[in-house]
T-cell receptor, first 113, second 110 residues
Framework: DAGITQSPRHKVTETGTPVTLRCHQT?????MYWYRQDPGHGLRLIHY???????DKGEVSDGYSVSRSKTEDFLLTLESATSSQTSVYFC????????????FGPGTRLTVT | GEDVEQSLFLSVREGDSSVINCTYT??????LYWYKQEPGAGLQLLTY?????DMKQDQRLTVLLNKKDKHLSLRIADTQTGDSAIYFC??????????FGTGTRLTIIP
């Protein structure tokens, strides 16, 4: 699993509340990604990071922000959760600039009521 | 941008070969991937192929790439019950950002 953990693994929250999901990796990988998985859509890229304080937007970034203050942690924040953000969120890493092998964490199931 | 398409379902008898197909739109795609997802789990990288290759074999898995038609396939030989899962095709054009297909759910018939 390339040393990737995600927390929490499950969360139920109310519409309008902020939520932060954490991705933690233990192997000093430079590249990290956040995806969401929804039926009929596969996985879609939300944000990604190429290093500390170096982040960029993906395909579905509206309503989400990220931060990476340490190599090992990549945080995804839903600024004001909506029901359309109910999804399973996956963090991923790429092992290095010369590697194109992308490995995924176990996922966080988020329900917004 | 890139669009990756797969059929949603495939049923195969145990012991037969499974062939999962995928098409992509961007001819600049340099790496093409197959992932496996079992229920409640994350995505497991099965294999990937570079765009300058036509075929890659890894034990029971064979990946075929037709660049002209932008068509990728995954063949699983001697399909077993443990192969039941959703299989995702993904393409990378640049900067290692993957575009995924919707996934093919493989069901094994005993």
């Amino acid at each position: 699993d390339a040393g990737i953990t995600q927390s929490p693994r499950h969360k139920v929250t109310e519409t309008g509340t902020p939520v932060t999901l954490r991705c933690h990796q233990t192997e000093n990988h430079r590249y990290m990604y956040w995806y969401r998985q929804d039926p009929g859509h596969g996985l879609r890229l939300i944000h990604y990071s190429y290093g500390v304080k170096d982040t960029d937007k993906g395909e579905v970034s509206d309503g989400y922000s990220v931060s990476r203050s340490k190599t090992e942690d990549f945080l995804l924040t839903l600024e004001s959760a909506t029901s359309s953000q109910t999804s399973v969120y996956f963090c991923a890493i790429t092992q290095g600039q010369s590697s194109y092998e992308q490995y995924f964490g176990p996922g966080t199931r988020l329900t917004v009521t | 941008g890139e669009d990756v398409e797969q059929s949603l379902f495939l049923s195969v008898r145990e012991g037969d070969s499974s062939v999962i197909n995928c098409t992509y739109t961007d001819s600049s795609s340099t790496y093409l991937y197959w992932y496996k997802q079992e229920p409640g789990a994350g995505l497991q990288l099965l294999t990937y192929i570079f765009s300058n290759m036509d075929m890659k074999q890894d034990q029971r898995l064979t990946v075929l790439l037709n660049k002209k038609d932008k068509h990728l396939s995954l063949r699983i030989a001697d399909t077993q019950t443990g192969d039941s899962a959703i299989y995702f095709c993904a393409a990378a054009v640049q900067n290692e950002k993957l575009t995924f297909g919707t996934g093919t759910r493989l069901t094994i018939i005993p």
